[in-house]
């Protein structure tokens, strides 16, 4: 199975830049995902990397260092909308399930 | 629009009474799958399918059951619910692997 690990709660400034760690452990590593979910809603899709390096996507980047299992997520400019729990879900060779990591819940203040 | 649909939003029901949650989706997506999310404990899998009549369990498929007889549908099923099946349950679906997972607005059940 796959042993998922985030911290859980980061509060950051309103402006600044916060980055969100995840590590995983699993065989047939197969991508990483990171969601955003506001609470109690759906979790919505922000990024995906599948080999190692930076994607970037706006106000967001991911990271993937497949050797490490290690990826990160960085926001930038953190706006109020930005709090929320992001999770990151690592994907499986053969069978498409994703794990899902507990969540980190980032809070942002004025 | 392309979405995934999950009914009821919100069901307060007693324990034993089998009750079904239902979910489709309109993008023609072969995986479709349930999780059950609670606090502090993240989004845990159910059961998920891979394409028609192709069912799996997830983490934790103890008392539900599901079936996928067509490609848009994959209800959930809880034959005799009880009250540690509360908790918020959400239906997602996507193409295969590599692909993000489009959520469906969630279903809050509270079993007493």
């Known amino acids: 199975g796959q042993n998922i690990d985030q911290p859980t709660e980061m509060t950051a400034t309103e402006g600044a830049i916060v980055q969100i760690n995840c590590t995983y452990q699993?065989?047939?590593?197969?991508?990483l995902f990171w969601y955003q979910q506001h609470a109690g809603e759906a979790p919505t899709f922000l990024s995906y990397n599948v080999l190692d390096g930076l994607e970037e996507k706006g106000r967001f980047s991911s990271f993937l260092s497949r050797s490490k299992g290690y990826s990160y997520l960085l926001l930038k400019e953190l706006q109020m909308k930005d709090s929320a729990s992001y999770l990151c879900?690592?994907?499986?060779?053969?069978?498409?399930?994703?794990?899902f990591g507990k969540g980190n819940q980032v809070v942002v203040i004025p | 629009e392309a979405q995934v649909t999950q009914n009821p939003r919100y069901l307060i029901t007693v324990t034993g009474k089998k009750l079904t949650v239902t979910c489709s989706q309109n993008?023609?997506?072969?995986?479709m799958s349930w999780y059950r999310q609670d606090p502090g404990l993240g989004l845990r899998q159910i059961y998920y399918?891979?394409?028609?009549?192709?069912?799996d369990k997830g983490d934790v498929p103890e008392g539900y059951k599901v079936s996928r007889k067509e490609k848009r549908n994959f209800p959930l099923i809880l034959e005799s619910p009880s009250p540690n099946q509360t908790s918020l349950y959400f239906c997602?679906?996507?193409?295969?692997?590599?692909?993000?997972?489009?959520f469906g607005n969630g279903t809050r059940l509270t079993v007493t």
């Open positions: 699993t065989s047939g590593f197969n991508g």
């Open positions: 399918s891979m394409n028609v009549e192709v069912t």
């Open positions: 997602a679906s996507s193409f295969p692997t590599g692909s993000p997972l489009h």
């Open positions: 879900a690592v994907s499986v060779y053969g069978n498409n399930r994703l794990a």
């Open positions: 993008m023609n997506h072969e995986y």
